[in-house]
């Protein structure tokens, strides 16, 4: 069965950095888009940013361009997102997601608080 394992989450102070990583197993990770999502409480999900399986070509939300990068290793299954220069407002939970044609996986989420 298809599984996403976020971790990299937890409580980091204003302007402070965290790395979330994605593992994931029993599909072929390569050839899927894979992105990062976060949630807020009372907020709907959205997309944070996303990577091409063939190119590697990436696309960010406005509120996070220039501070957060997503990359993916495809030798060891995982996906990653850098989170710089974080701020109270990024705080939510964080989800990633694997797309293709057959079909679409999520993984369980990792909580990411900014605060001092």
């Known amino acids: 069965q298809a599984q996403l394992v976020e971790s990299g989450g937890g409580l980091v102070q204003p302007g402070g950095s965290l790395r979330l990583s994605c593992a994931a197993s029993?599909?072929?990770?390569?050839?899927?888009?894979m992105s990062w999502y976060r949630q807020a409480p009372g907020k709907e999900r959205e997309l944070v940013a996303a990577?091409?399986?063939?190119?590697?070509?990436?696309n960010y939300a406005d509120s996070v361009k220039g501070r957060f990068t997503i990359s993916r290793d495809n030798a060891k299954n995982t996906v990653y997102l850098q989170m710089n220069s974080l701020k109270p407002e990024d705080t939510a939970v964080y989800y990633c997601?694997?797309?293709?044609?057959?079909?679409?996986?999520w993984g369980q989420g990792t909580q990411v608080t900014v605060s001092s």
């Open positions: 997601k694997a797309e293709s044609l057959y079909g679409n996986y």
């Open positions: 029993e599909f072929t990770f390569s050839t899927y888009r």
């Open positions: 990577i091409t399986s063939a190119s590697g070509s990436t």
